[in-house]
């Protein structure tokens, strides 16, 4: 596609359900990174792949978190049992070189808000 | 680890005219990149500026340059007549010139809210 598309835009989840939000990168981009925003603050940095390999995860903040991405192109962010502080916007990044030194092309994020 | 640090929570400015938002950063590193992105209500980030840090000459992209002063370690971005279309949240960004993964994450500032009132 023309840019990195997330969905769903919006997600209400009652405390203790289960989400899932979906990143589809631009066609071709090795790398892909997950962030969560929350509110008034900048995005912090939760995983990375490089194609269909997690090579970095040190910034999930909890096991109740798993991101995958199978096949190198569409990736998943998970989230069990949610609770009230995974509030946020949760962004997706990809870029085109494995080492993203020219920048990254960001998606609109998905806002969870858990009630 | 690294730091981002951006002080001016908010700043306006009017249009036409010039604004300076201020970044600074903490690393030990000597070699890294810097970047300036834009965030509007649609909550995409839009790379504004990069500069990396063994280029001594500041970057420049149209309206909007840097001032990167590295032993300082500020990075503060200028933006030259101002449009309404610049009124977005900003943020600073920081990523480390070494390979492997965890190197290649960002980190951010917490942002600057820049209104440019007509």
């Known amino acids: 596609g023309a840019g990195v598309s997330q969905s769903p835009r919006y997600k209400v989840a009652k405390r203790g359900q289960d989400v899932a939000l979906r990143c589809d990168p631009i066609s071709g981009h090795v790398s892909l990174f997950w962030y969560q925003q929350a509110l008034g603050q900048g995005p912090e940095f939760l995983t990375y792949?490089?194609?269909?390999?997690?090579?970095?995860k040190s910034g999930l903040p909890s096991d109740r978190f798993f991101a995958e991405r199978p096949e190198g192109s569409v990736s998943t962010l998970k989230i069990q049992r949610t609770q009230q502080e995974d509030s946020a916007v949760y962004l997706c990044?990809?870029?085109?070189?494995?080492?993203?030194?020219?920048?990254?092309?960001f998606g609109s994020g998905t806002r969870l808000t858990v009630v | 680890a690294q730091t981002v640090t951006q002080s001016q929570p908010e700043m306006s400015v009017q249009e036409a005219e010039t604004v300076t938002l201020s970044c600074t950063y903490d690393t030990s590193e000597s070699d890294y990149y810097l970047f300036w992105y834009k965030q509007p209500p649609s909550r995409q980030m839009i790379l504004v500026i990069r500069?990396?840090?063994?280029?001594?000459q500041n970057a420049t992209e149209n309206r909007f340059s840097v001032n990167f002063q590295k032993a300082a370690k500020s990075f503060s971005l200028k933006i030259s007549d101002s449009q309404l279309g610049d009124a977005a949240m900003y943020f600073c960004a920081y990523r480390s010139y070494n390979s492997g993964g965890s190197n290649y994450k960002l980190t951010f500032g917490k942002g600057t809210l820049l209104t440019v009132n007509p």
């Open positions: 990044a990809s870029s085109l070189s494995w080492s993203g030194a020219y920048g990254y092309t």
């Open positions: 792949f490089q194609n269909e390999a997690q090579l970095d």
């Open positions: 500069q990396e840090a063994y280029k001594q």
